[in-house]
């Protein structure tokens, strides 16, 4: 039997997650789990990285009351990052990938190297707060952060130097930054060039897999968790989701499904070619060598941030509750694209929907079922746009989905997926990210021996659900055809 601990962020809420592992069959369980969200000053938005590294400490304490791990990994969202100066001190709190700073960054590095040579180089999805656009908005608002700085270390970076005093950056949160060169595999020396900062701000890239170091004697002595080691798991939490879809084979995709929906499939290389440019692919580096085929949609964000628009309303519901009102709506009442440039931050959700439907000339919702449902219809239909495009530039067959996170308890929407995709749906397990964060743990202890080892304890562990094709799926087909023009007017 070994024991580890999981600390996985995501952008709504943060979670500990004790896993026990014993033979073929993992048992996790919850711990601690608190808000994240950003914090807004004067208009900005942050992460409170000092308030996340407290609650990562109670979590530990937490643990040590229970039963002591054998080791520790973190996890996180994608491409944000902190500066720390010369005597090893955070500047600044991080900024948040929402946060407005990056507006008309791409285009302003774009004078230096065009679209085409960037993708070529990254083969990364042009996303307005990837980690190079935020670098090139501080270098073109002349930002004194970057004068300043001696090194950069990204969100789960900053908190395993603060567990363990090592900086190093694991490689499949590298991979998210469109600053690392697949072909090189390591930082590229032209973007960084271009972005005029030192190279020596980046860090060296430890693989998915590996011992950081061990946990500080100062922390061990506050929390009681032994030095145990530190893991580099796979540190960007979708690769961590990834490695425990619990399948057998190569011929699926896959939903990451939560605050982002990240859909594609997974390859032994990078698929950099001109169809993945022009559907605007990424790819990110897995575990065990794979590399992950995906494109992010606008996930279930769009109905956290109506539900918080309710909330303040004086209305708490649930998400089942809404869920609930979405199935007496009326069915493709509206038809929304989930990445619409005005759902990235609006101050309501709900308004900002509704100016949606009004733009295009579609009725306007009345109630939060009609929203919700218009969310959850928008989201299956972008799925099947997306999935068209993966069957593009992949070359295997696919023939399932797998929905993976805190998504695939959503069956309205994972019933909705299957319709809309034509093809079956295999949703869970709920915490996959944990899991996966988990049993990389053990990778790197010895204790597993290959990622087909790994998913084959995930199948042991963790019930799945199965959703077929609906008998009457036909009408998806006809409103995929509307759907389609929609996306095309590209409101």
Not at 364 to 371: K, L, T
Not at 388 to 402: A, F, K, S, T, V
């Amino acid at each position: 039997m070994s024991v580890h601990l999981a600390i996985d962020l995501g952008a709504e809420s943060g979670r500990a997650i004790l896993g026990i592992l014993e033979g073929k069959r993992l048992e996790i369980h919850e711990i601690h789990r608190f808000p994240t969200g950003f914090l807004k000053i004067s208009d900005r938005l942050y992460w409170n990285i000092f308030r996340f590294f407290e609650e990562l400490k109670k979590a530990l304490h937490l643990c040590a009351r229970k039963i002591i791990p054998d080791s520790i990994g973190i996890d996180t969202w994608g491409v944000d990052f902190g500066l720390l100066d010369t005597c090893g001190q955070l500047i600044s709190l991080p900024f948040s990938y929402r946060d407005k700073r990056t507006e008309g960054a791409a285009d302003s590095f774009f004078h230096k190297l065009n679209r085409e040579e960037v993708y070529k180089i990254t083969g990364v999805q042009f996303m307005e707060f990837n980690t190079l656009f935020q670098l090139e908005s501080m270098r073109r608002d002349k930002s004194p952060l970057l004068e300043i700085a001696d090194s950069i270390l990204f969100i789960p970076d900053i908190l395993n130097y603060f567990l363990c005093g090592i900086k190093k950056t694991e490689f499949t949160f590298a991979t998210t930054s469109q600053i690392f060169n697949p072909s090189l595999m390591t930082w590229d020396p032209d973007l960084i060039s271009a972005l005029e900062i030192k190279p020596s701000l980046f860090q060296d890239i430890i693989s998915p897999g590996s011992i950081f170091g061990n946990l500080s004697a100062d922390i061990s002595k506050e929390t009681g968790i032994p030095e145990v080691p530190i893991i580099a798991v796979a540190a960007h939490d979708t690769a961590s989701a990834v490695a425990a879809v619990p399948s057998y084979d190569r011929d699926w995709a896959y939903i990451s499904s939560g605050t982002w929906s990240l859909m594609g499939a997974e390859n032994d290389r990078p698929v950099i070619n001109e169809a993945s440019l022009r559907s605007n692919f990424t790819n990110e580096g897995g575990v065990q060598g794979r590399w992950r085929i995906l494109k992010n949609i606008a996930g279930m964000w769009l109905l956290q941030e109506c539900r918080k628009a309710w909330e303040s309303e004086g209305y708490s519901p649930s998400y089942d509750k809404l869920i609930s009102e979405a199935g007496s709506a009326r069915a493709f009442s509206v038809l929304i694209d989930p990445d619409y440039k005005g759902f990235k931050s609006p101050t309501d959700m709900p308004e900002a929907i509704k100016k949606y439907c009004m733009e295009t000339e579609q009725p306007v919702p009345q109630n939060r079922g009609e929203i919700t449902r218009s969310i959850l219809e928008g989201l299956a239909l972008k799925y099947r746009f997306v999935l068209g495009q993966l069957r593009e530039i992949y070359g295997p067959d696919i023939n399932r989905i797998h929905i993976i996170g805190g998504g695939s308890r959503n069956d309205m929407l994972n019933r909705f997926t299957a319709d809309a995709t034509g093809l079956p749906v295999i949703a869970g397990p709920m915490e996959a990210t944990a899991i996966g964060n988990l049993l990389m743990q053990a990778f790197a202890l010895g204790e597993i021996g290959s990622l087909d080892e790994l998913r084959d304890i995930v199948r042991r562990s963790f019930e799945t659900k199965k959703y077929d094709i609906s008998p009457g799926r036909d009408k998806w087909d006809t409103i995929y055809d509307e759907y389609k023009k929609l996306i095309k007017r590209g409101v």
